[in-house]
């Protein structure tokens, strides 16, 4: 398997990470050097094998969908790039 | 002896015994940091004044007797762990003025045990590296030097802020995360102990995540001793964790010193790999006649999957990567670049965020997730990852432990390795698979090798049996004897 630009392009815009044309052909060709030292999990054979998910040292737990560490809004904000009172705000999007 | 040459059980002690205060013990190592953290870079952001005033209460509260296992210990915090009212960078610009309102609970229950925290270790960024050259805040400079040689070493990483602070005497102690060796290989390279524990046993909340299921918490310190005191602190099941484990934790320090007699310890053909160097090779079998010496049995087993836990490591990291790493988008928090759309915002705010090796492992993730490669990448890693974990519990039927190299080599000069990054990759070829599988291992420093660099050696254990690896640890430090200090150092700026 070895990226063409386009695809270079496509993973780009996927990951929503802005390139410049000239960033591609080096980013081709990191990205088919990795890709191509990968492959070497083709020589295993995995017939049958259950994938590993996490670790397994334990089962996900669940807890009930309630608010626990509540009355914190000011601090949920508190980062926020661009806020007004007691809001995020985001750049308009809708014309 | 120096405030800053003293082991964590030891300083303990007297600060009980009042042979000096918290106050005179943080104060030598903010002074030191003051000194030579301008030069090594191992903190992002100091914190003397707040650690002074913490000094002064741990004053107090040794006076009434109060005194807990870290009462007055300073430490160093990786950059990673997000500290209520303290900057927490990740090294990236990206989280560069993140102040967290809250407290990650590994370092919430350092602070509950007494320690003072004397600053935020540099890392590489977002935990992403193995020689701690990819933050946005310049790489660190490892303390130690090759004889009669100035280059400036990598400390490793990506806990290699925290290695070269506890190796230089600017902390007792520190915390680091391991994801993939981000422990173990910074403390083989600095010549001091580290400890990944087992998957699930120490708190990932407040942590900022790399890969989820890979990432744990662990202690590096001086000793042996010194990490079981820290992971005894830092241990524990915390439900706002869902990957928590809910067992209980035993007496780590009662596990220093055990004998080993009767203790099988494997060691693995496959470690003996391509690109080993000599004197590592010499240290190891060193470190199997040591344990043979301290009673143990040595057994050789196989783990056949060992030369494919790397490739695995490089599709499921980053696939987790791409995905924790979405959230930083320049709206909720990260440094918003504006843009003429919503996508434009995102790719520029992404763009001007991330350095190169995040926004290549972001690239990679993406694209092994992506429709049409999933299955023949991040589907066919899982599989392989689990006849990872099938050779290790095949190994643990047979034997207690594992004894390996840490690393393939000593600690190299900065920008001595090629740009090709499957050639960095190769650094942590001997610690990921016990990531994979989600085992706890450490490094001990059982030598200086040819050019007068530490040497580590790794001991891999069977799931929340930290206690073996303490017990082992503890024998390889006592028949090393490893006393070797750093050319950088505290002590030796004065």
């Known amino acids: ?95 | 002896m120096s405030l800053t040459e003293l082991t964590i059980a030891d300083a303990a002690s007297g600060l009980r015994a009042r042979k000096f205060s918290a106050v005179e013990l943080v104060r030598a190592h903010t002074d030191a940091i003051a000194a030579l953290n301008p030069r090594l870079n191992a903190y992002i952001t100091t914190t003397a004044d707040g650690a002074l005033k913490a000094a002064q209460q741990a004053d107090e509260v040794l006076a009434k007797g109060e005194a807990r296992s870290l009462t007055g210990i300073p430490l160093g915090i990786k950059d990673l762990f997000c500290t209520n009212g303290v900057r927490t960078t990740a090294a990236s610009n990206i989280l560069k003025n993140f102040v967290p309102p809250y407290e990650s609970t590994v370092t919430a229950n350092l602070l509950r045990d007494g320690a003072v925290f004397v600053g935020k270790t540099n890392l590489d960024e977002f935990a992403m590296g193995s020689a701690n050259i990819t933050s946005a805040f310049g790489p660190v400079e490892n303390p130690w030097k090759r004889n009669g040689d100035d280059a400036a070493l990598v400390p490793g990483g990506s806990s290699g802020g925290s290695a070269a602070a506890v190796a230089a005497g600017l902390a007792m102690g520190a915390t680091g995360t391991d994801t993939g060796g981000s422990i173990r290989q910074p403390a083989a390279y600095c010549g001091i102990v580290g400890l990944k524990p087992t998957y699930g046993r120490c708190s990932r909340f407040g942590t900022i995540a790399y890969a989820s299921s890979l990432d744990q918490a662990g202690p590096m310190a001086r000793s042996v001793r010194d990490c079981a005191i820290m992971l005894q602190s830092m241990a524990g099941f915390d439900e706002r964790d869902s990957t928590s484990v809910n067992c209980d934790v035993p007496d780590y320090s009662a596990a220093i010193g055990r004998s080993l007699k009767g203790l099988k310890v494997g060691i693995p053909a496959e470690y003996r790999a391509e690109g080993l160097s000599a004197e590592i090779e010499t240290a190891w079998q060193q470190g199997i006649e040591w344990l043979r010496a301290a009673g143990c049995e040595i057994v050789d087993v196989s783990l056949p999957h060992t030369k494919y836990g790397l490739a695995t490591y490089y599709i499921v990291a980053p696939a987790e990567c791409s995905s924790n790493l979405a959230r930083y988008d320049g709206l909720r928090f990260g440094e918003r670049v504006p843009g003429e759309t919503l996508d434009a915002m995102y790719e520029a705010t992404r763009r001007a965020g991330f350095g190169p090796e995040v926004r290549r492992r972001i690239m990679m993730g993406t694209y092994v997730l992506s429709a049409g490669y999933y299955d023949a990448y991040y589907l066919k890693a899982q599989k392989v990852r689990t006849l990872i974990r099938r050779d290790f519990t095949e190994a643990f039927q047979k034997v207690d432990v594992l004894l390996t190299p840490t690393a393939p080599t000593p600690a190299f000069a900065q920008g001595e390795q090629s740009d090709d990054p499957v050639q960095m990759y190769l650094n942590d070829i001997f610690t990921v698979p016990a990531s994979m599988a989600g085992m706890p291992a450490m490094s001990v420093p059982v030598g200086l090798g040819a050019t007068g660099l530490p040497l580590g050696l790794q001991l891999i254990g069977r799931p929340f049996d930290e206690e073996t690896l303490l017990a082992t640890g503890s024998a390889l430090e006592q028949a090393a004897g490893f006393t070797h200090r750093p050319a950088i150092r505290a002590e030796a700026a004065k």
């Open chain 1, 1 to 95: 398997m070895s990226l063409d630009p386009a695809t270079v392009r496509r993973i780009a815009r996927l990951a929503r990470i802005g390139i410049d044309e000239s960033d591609v052909p080096a980013l081709q060709g990191e990205l088919n050097g990795i890709l191509g030292w990968v492959e070497q999990l083709n020589e295993v054979d995995v017939e049958g094998v259950t994938p590993m998910v996490g670790t397994g040292h334990a089962a996900l737990r669940t807890r009930p969908d309630v608010v626990t560490d509540g009355n914190c809004r000011d601090a949920v904000l508190s980062n926020a790039p661009d806020g007004v009172g007691p809001f995020y705000t985001v750049p308009k999007v809708v014309e």
